[in-house]
């Protein structure tokens, strides 16, 4: 069995190293501050989105009629006259 080498910034139970913390301090912040910045980006989009959607009340559509049945289609069986029959 191959045995994975371990990184140095982990320990044997996988937990960080105070050097991997060390070198991951400076970005702490600005990696936060991003992420806090594409969330917001993201939830305004998805916000203006529905908000741009759900102002369309679909008046201008016209609805067609039902289409009127040939009388001589009127008594034949389609697949899904039976499917439904059952």
Excluded: W
Aim: aromatic content about 12%; charged content about 15%.
């Amino acid at each position: 069995m191959a045995i994975i080498p371990r990184s140095s910034y982990y320990d044997k139970h996988y937990k960080q190293s105070a050097s991997l913390i060390r070198a991951r301090r400076p970005y702490l912040f600005r990696n936060a501050l991003t992420g806090i910045g594409l969330f917001g980006f993201c939830i305004t989009v998805y916000a203006f989105t529905i908000n741009a959607v759900s102002q369309d009340d679909f008046e201008d559509v016209q609805i067609p009629d039902a289409p009127a049945q040939s009388p001589i289609l009127a008594g034949v069986s389609t697949i899904a006259n039976d499917s439904s029959a059952k």
